[in-house]
């Protein structure tokens, strides 16, 4: 129907994740609670020069590991990708929806070719990563890199809403991945992040990449990085907004876990169960409204 949010998704391994996405968006319709549409501006967020990054001070690390244990998440600026490029996959986002829908259907299975983005983005998964196991003082800064496999891409579009306050654009939850990489709307806010029981709006920085942990980041950090809960609102009765998101995880049926380093008897003891295919476990949780990670918890 003309003005649900929707998306595409275009990944190197498909699977019944693209039926998930699609029913996350039609459920958002359901929703007929008043949402809070001012929140609070997350600007406590850290924004992190990667290039700098390479020589940040212990503190600099330090501020890093903190706002993962905290709000999960970060901006990321000279990361390396073009802003021109930037700016042509959100309006190549955009187009695409604004195809008639028999035309959109036609790249619905499309999915098994590269995209000229899709290697800037791996380059920027393999720094985030890197930083991710400096952060946490890891013996081997490319573990994360080496434990993830997956890439899944999908644009997420939500038309302008006459009644912003009745209909999310999608609902609260956590992701599943290892992390996020999120090229927000220029133009549009719509994400909040849930922090300490309040919901704090995203700024949008036009040529960032937002970096969020997934679950599967907390469960192998031992619970030191923190996968947040967040939803989009749609804030605007005129413009549309359109994001991407970058899911990065590992394969399906790897078995993950804390890290052995992270787990320090007496003081920090193991968090987490093992798991197989999280991506699978996580679902079923999903439906009902519950984390999955919590049956994890030990
Ligand atoms: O569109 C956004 O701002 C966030 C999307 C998101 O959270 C997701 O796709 O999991
Ligand atoms: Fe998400």
Redesign the pocket.
């Known amino acids: 129907m003309a003005g649900e949010p929707s ?1 595409f998704t275009k990944w190197n391994k498909p699977t019944a994740q693209q039926q998930f ?1 699609t029913q996350i968006l039609k459920d958002n319709t359901d929703d007929r609670r008043r949402i809070q549409l001012t929140a609070p501006l997350a600007t406590e967020i850290p924004v992190i020069d990667v290039h700098r990054f390479v020589s940040a001070t212990d503190a600099e690390v330090f501020e890093l590991h903190s706002a993962l244990g905290s709000w999960g998440c970060f901006q990321v600026v000279n990361h390396g990708i073009e802003k021109s490029l930037l700016d042509k996959v959100r309006q190549i986002g955009r187009e695409f929806f604004q195809l008639p829908r028999s035309e959109k259907q036609k790249y619905a299975t499309n999915g098994d070719e590269d995209e000229g983005y899709s290697t800037d983005l791996r380059q920027v998964e393999e720094e985030m990563l890197k930083l991710l196991a400096k952060s946490l003082s890891l013996s081997d800064e490319k573990i994360f890199v080496r434990k993830t496999e997956v890439m899944y891409a ?1 644009f ?1 579009y ?1 038309p302008p809403c006459p009644k912003p306050e009745r209909v999310l ?2 609902r609260e ?1 956590a ?1 599943a991945s290892l992390i ?1 990489i ?1 090229l ?1 709307d220029d133009r549009v806010e ?2 909040q992040l849930l922090k300490d029981g309040t919901w704090f709006s995203v700024p949008i920085m036009p040529h960032a990449l937002l970096v969020i942990a997934g679950d599967q980041l907390e469960i192998m950090s031992n619970g030191i990085f923190k996968s947040p809960v ?1 939803r ?1 609102i749609r804030v605007s009765s005129e413009t549309e ?1 359109c ?1 991407l ?1 970058v ?1 990065c995880s590992p394969d399906f049926m790897e078995e993950i876990e804390p890290l052995d380093e992270l787990v320090v008897h007496g003081h920090r003891p193991r968090m987490f169960n093992k798991v197989t295919n999280y991506i699978g476990f996580y679902y079923p949780y999903f439906y009902k409204g519950k984390r999955a990670i919590d049956a994890l918890r030990i």
Request: no cysteine.
């Open positions: 998306s996405e999908q997420n939500y654009g999608l939850h992701d996020t999120l927000q719509g994400l967040h989009v907004r994001t998101a899911f």
